[in-house]
């Protein structure tokens, strides 16, 4: 079977990492979530950590330079069976340069599927979201919640809110999405690769839409 390669488009708060983990767990792909990357940076104090807080702390967008070096150096790792983007590419240029890099690594990406979310419905979720401090796994205090209000389920490390989980912090966010993000939805669909999620309903439901699109993409690549 032939790589699966995919990234994930949605606004803040749109369910990405919550079904990113639970594909990553289906179909052993590789997990690349740029924020993720970046919190670890911050919270270790490595050099890109030091340049990419100040953007991150106020909703903006870290420098695409940044960005592209930190993913091109993630491709070269194993590939297991494909992997999976998440946060990321966040611009048109970023989009490019991933084409060029899939290119010269003779790989090729199988779908962007996009995670399509009111942005009332992601405030709500992001002002409620905990992440835990060792592994960043999610949780939500209504939808989702930890058997213990304040310790993550999976390892027991201590929950807290994100600094960007702010209330002035997600509308800047939301801003920053609408405009240099939504483009690279029109990217992908002039690459006939785009496929929509209707992410306004349960994680359960979302991961099985996710899923039977997946084997759609794998089915009309066979014929
Ligand atoms: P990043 O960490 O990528 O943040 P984001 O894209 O804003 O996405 P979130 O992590 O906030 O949300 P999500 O879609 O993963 O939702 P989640 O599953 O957690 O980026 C952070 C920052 O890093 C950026 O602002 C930027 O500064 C920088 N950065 C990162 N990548 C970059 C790039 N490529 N270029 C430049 N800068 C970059 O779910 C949210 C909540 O909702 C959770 O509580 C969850 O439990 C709950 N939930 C999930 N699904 C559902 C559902 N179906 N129903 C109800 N609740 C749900």
Redesign the pocket.
Known sequence: MSELNIVLL?P???????QAARLQEDFGLQYI????I?RDAVRDGTELGTKAKE??DR????PDDL?IAMIKECLQHERANGFIL?????TER?AQALDEELEQLARTLNAALLIDVDEQAVVE??S??RVCVKGQH???MA??PPKHPDRCDVDGSRLVQRD?DRPEVIQH?LRQYREKTAPVIGYYERQGILRRVD?S???DE?GDQIRATLAAVRFEEQV
Do not use: E
Request: proline share 7%.
């Open positions: 949605g803040p708060g749109a369910g990405k990492g919550t979530a740029t924020g993720n970046l953007y991150m909703g903006d967008l870290v960005i998440d946060g990321f590419p966040r970023q979720r992001l409620q979201r999610n949780f939500h939808f989702d960007d966010r992410g309903r349960s994680p979302v």
